[in-house]
C-alpha cells in the first residue's frame, strides 16, 4: 500500500488558502504523480448470471435490495496509475478515455438557468475540439453529484451521490434506442453513421481530496468482460434502459489523475459503433482514497458529468453545402437551457434526467431528403388509416349483405308459403 503522505511543507497543486490551482510545469506535474491502491465494486461472481439477466432499480436505494438480483464485492486490491504529467499518452480510440486542460470561466453552479446558458455551449466546443470527425452533438443527460447533503446546493436539485460500482453506462441496445428517441426520423441517417456515446466530467469549486473517477483502459478488455443488465425504473417498474456490469478479473489497467482540479476534464466512451478502434469504451467507477492519503481538513468532492452522443456523418452523404451550412447555422433552441431557464427541473439524477439536443442544422439537400422522408412517412400512415376504415366499411357491408340475404330468404320462404296457399283445393 502507498506510504503515508508527509503534510510538512507539502506542496500540492492547491493553494489551500485561496482555493486557486498553482500554473503547474510538466516537471512539477510528474514530481506530484503518485498511484494508489484500491479496492473497488464488482458484480459477484455467481452462476446465477449465465441464465438469468441482471436487473438493477434506479434510482438505486437501500430499501431496493428484495427488487434487484444484482449483487456487489470487493476485487483484490489493484492499481490506479497516475495520469498527472502523461496525460498525451492517453486517446479516446486508443484507450477509451483522455484528459484535456479544458479551464472554465463558469463559476455559478447552484443556478440551473445558467448552466444550460453557458456551461452546456462551453462543453459542446469543448467535443468539437477534442473529438475527430464530430459532425453533430446532442447531450442528452447532466448530472451534479457531491456526498450527502452537505455536498453542493442547486436550485431545485437534489443531491446525487457517486457511483461505486464498475460500470458501463450503456450497451449497445439502449444506444440506438436512445438514438431513435432522441433524433427521431433523422436516426436513419445517423446510425448509417459514426455514433458515440462520450461522457465530460470535471471537479467543481475545489479539486479531488477523497473521491475520484477511475476509468479502465478500453483497450485491454476482452470480449465477456461486460454483461448488460436492464435497468428498471424505481417508481413504475417498467424497462428504462440498459447498462454494463461487470465481474472482477486479474488484468484491468485502470487510471485516475491526483488532485483532479476544476480545469481537468475528462473525456471517456461509454460506447463507440466504430469496429475498427481498440477501445470502443471503457469501465468507470468513483472510488474513495485511501484514507491515508486524503489531506486534512480538505472538502468533499463536488463535479459534474455531462453526456452526448456525437455523431460522424456517413461516408458519402454530406453535400458540398455540408460545410458552408456547419460553419455559418445557429444551433437550433436547447430544450436543456430552456428547462433550466424556467427552473423546472426537480433534480439531476438517476430517476429524472435532463435532455437535450444541440445539434447542427443539416444542409440543404439533407433537408430535403429528410422532408421528403416525413412526407412519405406520413402519406403511409395516412394510406394505412385509410385502408383501415376500407377493411372496416367492407366487413360492415358483407355484414349488412349477409343480413340482407337472410332477409330476402325469408321473404322467399313467405311467398312460397303464400303460394301454396293460394293454390289450395278449389
Request: net charge negative; with cysteine.
Amino acid at each position: 500500500m502507498p506510504s503515508k503522505i508527509d503534510t510538512t511543507g507539502y506542496t500540492s497543486p492547491v493553494e489551500v488558502s485561496t482555493g486557486k490551482t498553482k500554473n503547474l510545469s510538466t516537471t512539477d506535474q510528474t514530481s506530484l504523480r503518485h498511484d494508489v491502491q484500491v479496492e473497488l465494486q464488482y458484480l459477484v461472481d455467481d452462476p446465477i448470471y449465465d441464465s438469468v439477466k441482471p436487473v438493477q432499480i434506479t434510482p438505486n436505494f437501500a430499501d431496493d435490495e428484495r427488487r434487484t438480483n444484482v449483487r456487489l464485492c470487493a476485487g483484490d486490491p489493484e492499481n490506479l496509475n497516475d495520469v498527472r504529467g502523461r496525460e498525451k499518452e492517453f486517446s479516446l480510440d486508443a484507450n477509451g478515455f483522455k484528459f484535456v486542460k479544458a479551464p472554465t470561466s463558469f463559476k455559478d453552479w447552484s443556478s440551473q438557468p445558467k448552466i444550460g446558458q453557458v456551461y452546456l455551449k462551453e462543453m459542446e466546443d469543448l467535443l468539437k475540439r477534442e473529438v475527430e470527425g464530430c459532425d453533430e452533438i446532442i447531450f442528452y443527460d447532466a448530472r451534479i453529484r457531491q456526498e450527502g447533503e452537505k455536498g453542493l446546493k442547486v436550485e431545485g436539485l437534489s443531491y446525487n451521490p457517486f457511483a461505486r460500482q464498475v460500470h458501463v453506462d450503456n450497451t449497445e441496445r439502449s444506444v440506438i434506442e436512445k438514438v431513435k428517441a432522441l433524433t427521431e426520423m433523422k436516426s436513419d441517417f445517423l446510425l448509417r453513421g459514426r455514433y458515440q456515446i462520450i461522457n465530460i466530467w470535471r471537479p467543481i469549486k475545489h479539486p479531488v481530496y477523497d473521491c475520484g473517477l477511475a476509468v479502465a483502459d478500453g483497450g485491454k478488455l476482452k470480449k465477456g468482460d461486460v454483461r448488460e443488465c436492464e435497468r428498471h425504473r424505481r417508481d413504475t417498474q417498467e424497462y428504462w434502459d440498459t447498462m454494463g456490469v461487470i465481474k472482477y478479473r486479474p488484468g484491468f489497467r485502470w487510471y485516475y489523475m491526483s488532485y483532479q482540479d476544476e480545469e481537468d476534464c475528462l473525456l471517456f466512451k461509454n460506447h463507440d459503433s466504430a469496429l475498427d478502434v481498440p477501445a470502443r469504451f471503457c469501465l468507470h467507477t468513483a472510488f474513495d482514497m485511501p484514507p491515508e492519503e486524503i489531506l486534512p481538513d480538505m472538502p468533499t468532492r463536488e463535479s459534474i458529468e455531462v453526456r452526448a452522443l456525437v455523431f460522424t456523418h456517413p461516408r458519402g452523404e454530406r453535400r458540398a453545402s455540408e460545410t458552408r451550412m456547419l460553419q455559418q447555422s445557429t444551433p437550433i433552441p436547447h430544450p436543456l437551457a430552456e428547462k433550466l431557464e424556467r427552473q423546472e427541473l426537480k433534480r439531476i439524477d438517476d430517476e429524472l434526467t435532463i435532455t437535450d439536443r444541440l445539434r447542427e442544422d443539416i444542409d440543404e439537400a439533407n433537408e430535403v431528403k429528410d422532408a421528403v422522408l416525413l412526407l412519405r412517412r406520413k402519406e403511409i400512415k395516412h394510406l394505412e388509416q385509410v385502408n383501415q376504415k376500407l377493411a372496416e366499411e367492407l366487413r360492415e357491408s358483407n355484414d349488412e349483405n349477409q343480413r340482407l340475404l337472410r332477409r330476402i330468404e325469408r321473404q322467399e320462404q313467405e311467398i312460397q308459403k303464400w303460394r301454396t296457399e293460394a293454390m289450395g283445393p278449389r
